[in-house]
């Protein structure tokens, strides 16, 4: 069991550039999300899904892509990346049921720099 | 949304106990509170949840008031490796869906 796993865990991009930040989950959780987290700041959600197929946007959306063909993958794209992208990205998981709460489980994150 | 409030930083003498409040007045009455942890830059760790009752796990403990409009999160002998950003969450509902929204945290600094 490898609980939340993104790649790379660093990447330097220069303006302009694509790239897509990977995430795996296989506890089968309905619930992924992805978060930003600027130097000395706290957690912002960029985008969700509660199931394959379905995705919707979080606090700080702009820029970002997301899809989800399959319960394990949640994968976030960055079209043309910008020097206000360089952050840290976590991704999370948790079931989506509610009864009794559940708790989110954090990959390690993903130091991305745009030059 | 049902948003919370913390205060951005605290510091607490090694081998005191270490309150952090949190402030979440719009709380609806489906929402539970979360509390979780970041050392740091690692992913954050869950400490404890609840939802009316007052919780106790082996890391933390959780007082909730009776309104529900706040609570405290309490670490009964805080050590040096308690420093670290602690975020107060609730699970917000939103068109039959759910996500988690995490605001700035309170920076605990345990003093030696």
């Known amino acids: 069991n490898a609980g939340v796993t993104q790649t790379p865990k660093f990447q330097v991009l220069k303006t302009g550039q694509s790239m897509t930040l990977q995430c795996a989950q296989d506890?089968?959780?309905?619930?992924m999300s992805w978060y930003r987290q600027d130097p000395g700041m706290g957690l912002r959600l960029i985008h969700y899904?509660?199931?394959?197929?379905?995705?919707d946007q979080g606090e700080v959306p702009n820029g970002y892509n997301v899809s989800r063909s399959t319960t394990e993958d949640f994968p976030l794209r960055l079209l043309s990346a910008a020097p206000s992208q360089t952050s840290v990205y976590f991704c999370?998981?948790?079931?989506?049921?509610?009864?009794?709460?559940?708790?989110?489980?954090f990959g390690e994150g993903s130091w991305l720099t745009v030059v | 949304d049902a948003k919370t409030t913390q205060p951005p930083s605290m510091d607490c003498a090694e081998g005191r106990a270490a309150n952090l409040p949190c402030n979440h007045s719009?709380?609806?009455?489906?929402?539970?509170v979360y509390w979780y942890r970041q050392i740091h830059s690692q992913g954050p760790q869950y400490i404890i949840h609840?939802?009316?009752n007052n919780e106790t796990n082996e890391m933390a403990s959780l007082i909730i008031t009776e309104d529900r409009k706040s609570s405290t999160l309490i670490l009964p002998h805080a050590t040096l490796r308690d420093t670290a950003v602690y975020y107060c969450?609730?699970?917000?509902?939103?068109?039959?869906?759910?996500?988690?929204?995490f605001g700035t945290g309170t920076r605990l600094k345990v003093l030696a």
């Open positions: 506890m089968n959780h309905e619930y």
């Open positions: 609840g939802l009316k």
């Open positions: 999370a998981s948790s079931p989506a049921r509610i009864i009794g709460g559940n708790t989110i489980y």
């Open positions: 899904s509660v199931g394959a197929g379905i995705t």
């Open positions: 719009t709380i609806s009455g489906n929402e539970y």
């Open positions: 969450i609730v699970r917000a509902p939103t068109s039959g869906t759910y996500k988690y929204i």
